[in-house]
């Protein structure tokens, strides 16, 4: 089985675990490739994002449904389970055997451009600063279990406001160029 077959065996098991986070994983990979065009991207780089993208909530299938569609507040527990995502996606791509780099794009995903992130990592490649913005923008745009989405107005101000600090400039300029 190749890797394109097997990364859409996962979302398939990603779908039966939480349609609405397999629906956000399918969108997410289109605005990435989008993005990464807008970019100048190869045409190599291109398929690892989309890859990359199209896996980066993969490690929410570690996470019971119930905490993932909850409604309510998170108690603290809860909170750090769901944190706990990016590391769970990390390990089972790499025991999967996808490269390094979707592994490592697929941990990093919440990391800021500021090093504020989970990890408060300070160093991310381009992949990872693409799809932190655009999943942000995703999750801002469409209503979740928990919130409401924004209008676009409202996200538009939130990506030009954190240009520079979550994000990227370079890539927030590409998000509101594809994307609005």
Request: net charge neutral; proline share 3%; charged share 30%.
């Amino acid at each position: 089985m190749n890797e394109r077959e097997k990364t859409e065996q996962l979302l398939k098991r990603l779908e039966k675990h939480s349609r609405w986070t397999y629906e956000h994983s399918i969108r997410v990979s289109g605005y990435a490739v989008d993005v990464g065009r807008c970019l100048g991207m190869e045409p190599q780089d291109l398929k690892l994002l989309w890859t990359a993208a199209r896996l980066h909530d993969i490690g929410k299938m570690a996470i019971p449904a119930d905490i993932l569609d909850k409604t309510g507040s998170l108690t603290e527990e809860e909170y750090q389970s769901i944190r706990c995502h990016t590391i769970y996606g990390y390990l089972f791509l790499k025991s999967l055997g996808y490269p390094q780099i979707i592994c490592e794009t697929v941990k990093d995903h919440h990391e800021r451009y500021d090093g504020r992130g989970y990890g408060a990592k300070k160093e991310i490649g381009m992949p990872t600063k693409i799809i932190c913005a655009v999943d942000s923008y995703d999750a801002m745009k469409f209503t979740r279990p928990y919130k409401k989405g924004l209008t676009d107005e409202e996200i538009y101000q939130e990506i030009e406001e954190n240009s520079g600090k979550q994000f990227d400039p370079k890539v927030c300029f590409a998000v509101l160029r594809t994307l609005f």
